[in-house]
Nanobody, 122 residues
Framework: QVQLVESGGGLVQPGGSLNLSCAAS????????MAWHREVPGKQRELVAT????????SSLDSVKGRFIISRNSAHRTVFLQMTNLKPEDTAVYYC???????????????WGQGTQVTVAY
């Protein structure tokens, strides 16, 4: 089985920083892409940032550019989200996502973390 375990959420003041991590374990052949999404009650889940695992190429939501950095560890099994200059509108449940295959010839499938709450407020 594949498991994605998130950590690092919490309460932070506006302008503060927070670092999220998501570690994958289990039967994994290769992870092709990693991403972070966020969701606010009553609103559609939105893609925050992505990283292509092999190349390291990244992309991010315009509203977080210059503030959030997505990265992966050298083993390509953990994805991080470094968040700085946080704003109240960043408040959401953050979910990590990884597209991976469990065998060389298998199809890529999406797996999700359990979600971690990020609250930006005094």
């Amino acid at each position: 089985q594949v498991q994605l375990v998130e950590s690092g959420g919490g309460l932070v003041q506006p302008g503060g920083s927070l670092n999220l991590s998501c570690a994958a374990s289990g039967r994994i052949y290769a992870i092709s892409d990693m991403a972070w999404h966020r969701e606010v009650p009553g609103k559609q889940r939105e893609l925050v940032a992505t990283i292509h695992v092999t190349s390291g190429d990244t992309s991010s939501l315009d509203s977080v550019k210059g503030r959030f950095i997505i990265s992966r560890n050298s083993a390509h099994r953990t994805v991080f989200l470094q968040m700085t200059n946080l704003k109240p509108e960043d408040t959401a449940v953050y979910y990590c996502n990884m597209r991976l295959r469990i065998t060389p010839m298998g199809n890529n499938r999406d797996y999700w973390g359990q979600g971690t709450q990020v609250t930006v407020a005094y």
